[in-house]
């Protein structure tokens, strides 16, 4: 079974200012992806990056990075420049190759960024 | 491309009412799925299909069927609509579900079902 922990029900940022989103996550596969979602209030789902875990270096998508630990099991994002677009629930998921398809998702935190 | 679509929007339903709910992909993606989401969760897995005429079980199976005759389409039927499926449903699909990027799921705008 693999599992997603996000321990940061909210947090705040002022714009343009960088912000770290927490994802711990567990399973005993050695082979896994790691990705995150960001849910606006309109409710869609969107993608905004992907780590497999034999990648060697962070995963980065313009202002998005990635920073994976694989020793510590954790796999924060990383919100450069921040903007009030930004504010919106954000989703940590995995899968894992006996249960690649079959997304896991964390609770979740709720980003608010102030002007 | 209009990437992954799901009809209705929203929905009430009666209990013990049935109905399907709608989604269709034109990416070519081999691989489908449901999930819903409940209120301060995150999603959680219903069915998922890794190719036309192969579906399968996730986490949330029970009181839900889906079918899969062609590569684009993957409706979600409630066959008799109770109070606790009342959730958010998310369509979505994938290249493959193989160790790479390739695995991303890419999601439909949801549909908002509401049972009395």
């Keep these: 079974?693999?599992?997603?922990?996000?321990?940061?029900?909210?947090?705040?940022?002022?714009?343009?200012?960088?912000v770290t989103l927490d994802c711990t996550y567990d399973t005993s596969d050695q082979s896994y992806g790691l990705f995150w979602y960001k849910q606006p209030s309109s409710g869609e789902m969107i993608?905004?990056?992907?780590?497999?875990s034999y990648d060697e270096q962070n995963a980065t998508e313009g202002r998005y990075s990635l920073n994976f630990q694989k020793a510590r099991k954790s796999a924060n994002l990383v919100i450069s420049a921040s903007q009030l677009g930004d504010s919106a629930m954000y989703f940590c998921a995995m899968t894992s190759v006996t249960s690649y398809g079959k997304l896991t998702f964390g609770q979740g935190t709720i980003l608010t960024v102030h002007p | 491309n209009a990437g992954v679509t799901q009809t209705p929007?929203?929905?009430v339903l009666k209990t013990g009412q049935s109905m399907t709910l709608q989604c269709a992909q034109d990416m070519n993606h081999e691989y489908m799925s449901w999930y819903r989401q409940d209120p301060g969760m995150g999603l959680r897995l219903?069915?998922?299909s890794v190719g036309a005429g192969i579906t399968d079980q996730g986490e949330v199976p029970n009181g839900y069927n889906v079918?899969?005759?062609?590569?684009?389409d993957f409706p979600l039927r409630l066959l008799s609509a109770a109070p606790s499926q009342t959730s958010v449903y998310f369509c979505a699909s994938s290249y493959a579900?193989?160790?790479?990027?390739?695995e991303t799921q890419y999601f439909g705008p949801g549909t908002?079902?509401?049972v009395l």
Aim: aromatic residues 12%; proline residues 7%; glycine residues 4%.
């Design chain 2, 97 to 102: 579900p193989r160790p790479t990027r390739q």
């Design chain 2, 46 to 48: 219903i069915h998922y």
């Design chain 2, 112 to 114: 908002r079902l509401l």
């Design chain 2, 9 to 11: 929007k929203f929905q």
């Design chain 2, 67 to 72: 079918s899969r005759s062609t590569t684009e």
């Design chain 1, 1 to 18: 079974a693999q599992k997603i922990t996000q321990t940061q029900p909210g947090m705040f940022v002022q714009e343009k200012e960088a």
């Design chain 1, 47 to 52: 993608f905004l990056i992907y780590q497999g």
